[in-house]
T-cell receptor, first 120, second 107 residues
Framework: QVQLVQSGAEVKKPGASVKVSCKTSGYTFTSYNVNWVRQVTGQGLEWMGRMSPNSGSTDYAQKFQGRVTMSSDTSTRTAYMELHGLRSDDTAIYYCARSTSPDSSASLFWGQGTLIIVSS | DTQLTQSPSSLSASIGDRVSIICRSSQTVNAYLHWYLHKPGRAPKLLVYAASNLPSGVPSRFRGSGSGTTFTLTISGLQPEDFGTYYC?????????FGQGTILDIK
């Protein structure tokens, strides 16, 4: 069955970087985009961007342009999201998700979420 | 960016009720509109994709409709597990924005 397992919670200081991993199984990794979505505490869902493990291409929300890097390692079937220059308002749960089909962007399968706390 | 506005922002309903949530977009998204249910401490769950398609395992009491700029999620016969926050999302234009959410709680 399709599974996405994310790395554990982290506490970071303002200005630091964090790299969240999303290890996948149960499907052909290179056939589906990986989306990244976050939820800041008390707020709604926010689409951060997506990446294609096949081509390595990425699309980022403008809000995160210059601060986020999405990548993957096809040998380990793992996607990564790195966020730089952390601020307190980056404290959130970060999710990776896989789409319903190769040509769709609706997220059917999700990781369990990774809590990132940014605090001095 | 394509802005999605959900209404109502919150509603209270009873088990067995029929409820509808509307999602309006600032520009056409064709049928690239999806609905999710999110509960605290859990990952969001996809309920409807491409406006009206249910993924395998989603109960038939959920129905999505609409096209262009106005979409509706209807739940017929609310069950206890249906309470939480509902979001619409468009994937027609980048970035793939979400609506602000509709909180559905028990009356």
């Amino acid at each position: 069955q399709v599974q996405l397992v994310q790395s554990g919670a982290e506490v970071k200081k303002p200005g630091a970087s964090v790299k969240v991993s999303c290890k996948t199984s149960g499907y052909t990794f290179t056939s589906y985009n990986v989306n990244w979505v976050r939820q800041v505490t008390g707020q709604g869902l926010e689409w951060m961007g997506r990446m294609s493990p096949n081509s390595g291409s990425t699309d980022y929300a403008q809000k995160f342009q210059g601060r986020v890097t999405m990548s993957s390692d096809t040998s380990t079937r793992t996607a990564y999201m790195e966020l730089h220059g952390l601020r307190s308002d980056d404290t959130a749960i970060y999710y990776c998700a896989r789409s319903t089909s190769p040509d769709s962007s609706a997220s059917l399968f999700w990781g369990q979420g990774t809590l990132i706390i940014v605090s001095s | 960016d394509t802005q999605l506005t959900q209404s109502p922002s919150s509603l209270s309903a009873s088990i067995g009720d029929r409820v509808s949530i509307i999602c309006r977009s600032s520009q056409t998204v064709n049928a690239y509109l999806h609905w999710y249910l999110h509960k605290p401490g859990r990952a969001p769950k996809l309920l409807v994709y491409a406006a009206s398609n249910l993924p395998s395992g989603v109960p038939s009491r959920f129905r999505g409709s609409g096209s262009g700029t106005t979409f509706t999620l209807t739940i017929s016969g609310l069950q206890p597990e249906d309470f939480g926050t509902y979001y619409c999302q468009q994937s027609h234009r980048l970035p793939h924005t979400f609506g602000q959410g509709t909180i559905l709680d028990i009356k």
